[in-house]
C-alpha cells in the first residue's frame, strides 16, 4: 500500500505533544504536512492568511487526519480543515488521542466527535455546521466518516492500536468520500 499525504488537523496548544507522536510513526507520508514551526509562526497571522495556508496544505494532500483530544472539536480551524477537506474531495478520518500522555505523562479526557456538527449531502458536494438536517439529502457527517478510539486505556496501548491501523483508516477513509460527489 502506497503511503499517502495526508493532512493532520487538531489543537495546537492542548495536544502537539500527542500529535508529534502520531506524525513520527513514520506510517503516513506527511511531508511538510504540519511542520510546528511553520504553525507558530502562520497561527499568528491574519484568519485570511491562516486560511490560505491551510487551503495551499490541503491541495497536496489526499486525507485530512483529525488528531481528537478533549477541546479539538470547538477549535474554529480544525472546523475549517473539515469542512474544507470535504468540499475539496478528500477522505475525512478522525482518531481519538487523548489517551496518549502528554509532555508531562498525563493524558487527557475524551473530547466530542468532531463530525457531530456538520451535514453533508448525498446529491451535491455540500457540507453545513448545522444542528439539523437542510432536507433530505441531508445525512450527519459522523454517520458518514467515522472517529476512531482505540478503546485502550494506557498510553503504550492506544500508541500501538493507532501505528496499526491508522494506514487502513486513511484509506477507508478516502474510499467512503469517493462514494460522494465531488
Not at 450527519?140 to 500501538?160: I, P, R, T
Request: charged share 30%.
Amino acid at each position: 500500500m502506497a503511503k499517502r499525504q495526508v493532512f493532520f488537523s487538531f489543537h495546537y496548544n492542548n495536544d502537539n505533544w500527542r500529535v508529534a507522536q502520531v506524525r513520527n510513526m513514520g506510517v503516513v507520508e506527511d511531508q511538510e504536512t504540519f511542520s510546528d514551526n511553520s504553525w507558530e509562526k502562520v497561527r499568528l497571522r491574519s484568519d485570511a492568511a491562516i486560511k490560505n495556508w491551510i487551503d495551499n496544505q490541503l491541495s497536496m494532500r489526499s486525507c485530512v487526519v483529525v488528531l481528537i483530544g478533549s477541546e479539538t472539536a470547538s477549535r474554529k480551524w480544525v472546523q475549517y480543515e473539515i469542512e474544507q477537506g470535504w468540499k475539496r474531495g478528500k477522505g475525512v478520518v478522525g482518531i481519538y488521542i487523548h489517551n496518549l500522555k502528554d509532555r508531562f505523562g498525563c493524558q487527557d479526557d475524551k473530547g466530542k466527535n468532531p463530525f457531530e456538527d456538520f451535514y453533508i449531502d448525498k446529491a451535491i458536494n455540500g457540507i453545513w455546521k448545522r444542528t439539523t438536517p437542510l432536507d433530505t439529502d441531508s445525512v450527519k457527517m459522523q454517520d458518514v466518516c467515522k472517529a476512531y478510539d482505540s478503546g485502550f486505556y494506557y498510553s503504550e496501548n492506544v500508541y500501538n492500536h493507532i501505528k496499526n491501523h491508522i494506514q487502513d483508516w486513511i484509506e477507508e477513509a478516502i474510499e467512503i468520500r469517493n462514494r460522494y460527489p465531488k
